[in-house]
């Protein structure tokens, strides 16, 4: 597929859906229709709609059509030796930058790095007015209007069709290397609280039932400095291991049933609930494999302060995010009527109310 | 000065009732209404613009906020939000006929997390306090605005403050988790949560630089980082800015993220040495600082990196700061170049555009034909590491027509950052000072989608009014920062 500007196609095709009250549900590359809720509507196709349109690696910004392949982009930035630091996970072949947005999908490296929100410099959309409008820019800093922006980060295409974004890109560490350590999650999570309050340049963390992993980044003798520290033995495989989380991939994932998104504060202790479990961003991200009822999950955690998702499998016409709190429900519903008032973009696939 | 675009559309409010239906809520010393006692409150950083509030209030508790607000909100009276008013936008100018909220008495921090590395502090809090609070434990607060020791970390997230660490450590909106808020409506809403993300709509980054207009941040909880090892600090001079601002290039494209880069034009560099004698090459015709951080092996390796390619992109002096006192005295200067230029000029107005980086030699240029063209000198200081510049217009408002001149010339180098796909505010704020430069950098439907936003958490605008988004028949005037006789409005904060 060629790039090409389907910009002013997609906007007739909202148009239309609006003067037709009819429903749209966005799709991308479709690598990711397996997240939130059932999507219903006919189908807006953004993947045509891609091309690279700007990259100046030595100010570390990329912009982007919605409907660009997300390996595209990181095969471009690879030959800069350059890359999206917040690690996006692909979940398939298709994965476009829209979706890995809409969705806010993070990886391995998001809890020293930050998340694909805190990349997001600037975007075109379309809301569900049919107008294409444009916020932030090209630029790191940039303090005029709202940030809508970020606020498009996660919202599922709820509140405007991506049309195109622009990220802040970062080099790629010199050196990387992995260390795994034969310690239990308990002793893991003790390990990682203490490491946090060290200058150490660890940029992935993860239990998976087994062992703990641990990834270091940056200069080679700080690397080598702080793998001295940490001990442990090195990872042969490490670009493999962590592309293979990323990707859920590892044999943790290799499940017929329900999994659990579960983000918590890092320190929380091992939570009594029934099922398999794998810990990453030092605590703060946790996999749950279990047959356990929403509300179970939910109240355990309640206490730590953190929220649930179903992730994959299970039911999806339940709340597949965790509720909101009455008042927080209310400004979220208003938000969606600022953007959407008809309520035609992805109604439904976020929270069943909107 | 011209007015600020201030609806005046609120109904007359009966300010003695109003005072006493506050007196009902709060202790009589926390609700000023005299005028000599409302008088510090008449204006934040951008003193050309003043206004007294009909009425200042100081809550304690969050009970009193919302009691406060829901007054407001069932009177129709305006609320303007204040930390410690060292904005630069005019963004807590308060409304004539409107409540200003202080929020003075909210100082305390009310918890320092060091298993998490996260403080849960009050907006009153300033913003250099939690740093110095979490230092004994190894930890800081990363955004650094100029004005830290000043500024609360309320009006940081209300503004999405920034600092010189920017570029390697993000804005206030990278570094906060969480926020309380209390709604016009006087509800308490919990933003954010205890892990890293919160389910639903992203409202953290929606009110993280939202001026003070969706809702009043009543808590705010930090992320902490580990203090760097180390910290080390590179001065290098160049005959042509051009060459300057290729080396910035140089230094990111060779994969290295400095903690600051900074750059200075010529009449910068010689305000700023004339002021503290930092010891910068009064010849060059810009300087760059550039700080790395880190552990100590990084922090060798990236100081012998950043040489070579200093001189490799043609600096014709490259300095190492030997130890803390000479680093410290490479700062001194440029964090001197905001006062040294009000020594030098009866007044001058400061500028806060961002630029794509590779457009500066060019936007530079514009800048000095400008210059020329409007009889007006120029110094640059500029955060080279993320682009954003601030040009210093020297002025003398004594001078019949220069004041209309500079803010001429100021409106022209705002098109111009627009025009090159930039900004009009890289860290200031819109407040009331760029309120008509809005209509430069966006259209109308984007402005509509504001006033939409805007209408969801605050149907009758009655929070911050005419701040941030300009009504749409109101794009013409510019504004401006004025400082008279070099005298800043807070004198003792560094301005950089």
Known sequence: ?354 | MHNPDVPASFDSIDKPALVRALRQLLPAESVLDRREDLRPYECDGLSAYRQLPLVTVLPETVEQVQAIVRLCHQRRVPVVARGAGTGLSGGALPHQQGVLLSLAKFSAILSIDTEQCLARVQPGVRNLAISQAVAPHGLYYAPDPSSQIACTIGGNVAENSGGVHCLKYGLTVHNIQALKIVTIEGELLSIGGGGLDAPGYDLLALLTGSEGMLGVIVEVTVKLLPLPERAQVLLAAFDDVARAAEAVGNIIAAGIIPAGLEMMDRPAIQAAEDFVHAGYPRDAAAILLCEVDGSNEEVSAHVFQVRRILKDSGATEVRTARDAAEREAFWKGRKAAFPAVGRISPDYYCMDGTIPRRHLPQVLREISQLSQQYGLAVANVFHAGDGNLHPLILYDANKPGELERTEAFGGRILELCVRVGGTITGEHGVGVEKINQMCAQFGSAELAQFHAIKAAFDTDGLLNPGKAVPSLHRCAELGAMHVHRGELPFPELERF
């Open chain 1, 1 to 354: 597929m060629s790039d090409q500007d389907l910009s002013s196609r997609l906007c007739e095709q909202v148009c239309a859906a609006l003067d037709a009250q009819r429903p749209l549900r966005i799709q991308g590359g479709g690598s990711k229709s397996f997240y939130g809720r059932t999507p219903s509507g006919d189908l807006l196709e953004v993947a045509g709609h891609r091309g690279v349109t700007h990259y100046a690696p030595t100010e570390l910004v990329l912009s982007a059509r919605a409907g660009t392949p997300l390996a595209d982009i990181e095969q471009l930035l690879r030959e800069q030796r350059q890359m999206l630091a917040f690690e996006p996970p692909h979940y398939g072949e298709g994965a476009t930058l829209g979706g890995t947005i809409a969705c806010n999908f993070s990886g391995p490296r998001r809890a020293w790095a930050g998340a694909a929100r805190d990349f997001v410099l600037g975007c075109r959309v379309i809301n569900g007015r049919g107008e294409v409008l444009s916020f932030g820019g090209e630029v790191m800093k940039n303090v005029a209007g709202y940030d809508v922006s970020r606020l498009m980060c996660g919202a599922m295409g709820t509140l405007g069709v991506l049309l195109e974004v622009s990220l802040k890109v970062l080099p790629m560490p010199e050196t990387e290397i992995s260390v795994c350590l034969q310690i239990s999650e308990q002793e893991a999570l003790r390990q990682w609280r203490a490491w946090a309050r060290q200058p150490l340049p660890v940029t992935a963390l993860c239990h998976d039932g087994n062992q703990c992993y641990v990834r270091l980044s940056g200069t080679a003798g700080a690397v080598d400095a702080a793998a001295r520290r940490i001990g442990g033995e090195r990872l042969a495989e490490n670009d493999r291991f962590w592309a293979r989380l990323r990707e859920q991939r590892h044999a943790f994932f290799d499940s017929a049933r329900p999994l659990w998104r579960l983000s918590l504060a890092a320190p929380t202790p091992a939570l009594p609930l029934a099922g398999k479990w794998l810990y990453e961003w030092g605590g703060a991200l946790r996999w749950l494999v279990s047959d356990t009822s929403a509300e179970s999950i939910r109240s355990a955690i309640r206490p730590a302060g953190g929220h649930a998702t179903l992730f994959r499998r299970g039911d999806r016409d339940q709340a597949v995010f965790q509720p909101l709190p009455a008042g927080l429900m209310r400004v979220q519903q208003k938000l969606k009527q600022a953007f959407d008032p008809h309520g035609i973009l992805n109604p439904g696939r976020l929270y069943p109310d909107f």
